[in-house]
Each structure stands twice: as structure tokens, then as C-alpha cells.
């Protein structure tokens, strides 16, 4: 999957606090959208973009997997955005969703 640009970003979320790539992995940038879930509860919505070889494997029935680090699961959603209105423009890394 590509990181996508999630139109209107709010901001940039880098590596959390000690992060070492050497150990940890390359850890880049992440457009992310705030808004307001719920009274006093913030969401951060991300975009992500298939490669045409993961497009392939979603159309065979392969699952999509979420995985996040650490020993408590956040609450999280996956949804499907609206594809851009002409796909010839732009390129498969910086959609908008």
C-alpha cells in the first residue's frame, strides 16, 4: 500500500518518540485529517492506496489486514473513499480521498 493524500490534511504525523529506524524500520510522514468523532474525541483519518498487485489480491477475496504496534488496540475503522474524478490526473500516490 501507498500512503495517500487525505484532502484537507490537517497535519503531518512522523515517527512516535523513540522510534529507531535502524531496529524499528523506516517510519515516513502520514497526511492525516482531524475530525470530531464525538464530544471531546478527536479522529485522524489516513488514506491508503493499493498497488495495482494488491487491487488484484482484493478482487481474489484477499483480506485486508490493519496492524498496529504496541500491546493495546486502539479503536479503529477501515473504509472505502470515492475514487478521484478523473484518475488519468493524478497519480496513484497522492489521491485524494
Not at 23 to 41: A, T
Request: proline share 14%; hydrophobic share 35%; with cysteine.
Amino acid at each position: 500500500m501507498h500512503i495517500g493524500r487525505v484532502t484537507g490534511a490537517t497535519r503531518n504525523l512522523g515517527a512516535p518518540k523513540g522510534w529507531d529506524p535502524t531496529k524499528d524500520g523506516i517510519c515516513g510522514g502520514l497526511p492525516i485529517r482531524d475530525e470530531p468523532h464525538s464530544p471531546g474525541v478527536n479522529k485522524m483519518v489516513s488514506a491508503w492506496l493499493p498497488t495495482p498487485e494488491e487491487i488484484a489480491l482484493i478482487a481474489a477475496g484477499a483480506p485486508i489486514y490493519l496492524a498496529v504496534l504496541g500491546v493495546s488496540h486502539p479503536p479503529v475503522s477501515m473504509f472505502v473513499g470515492n475514487p478521484p474524478a478523473d484518475p488519468s490526473l493524478q497519480p496513484r500516490d497522492t489521491t485524494d480521498v
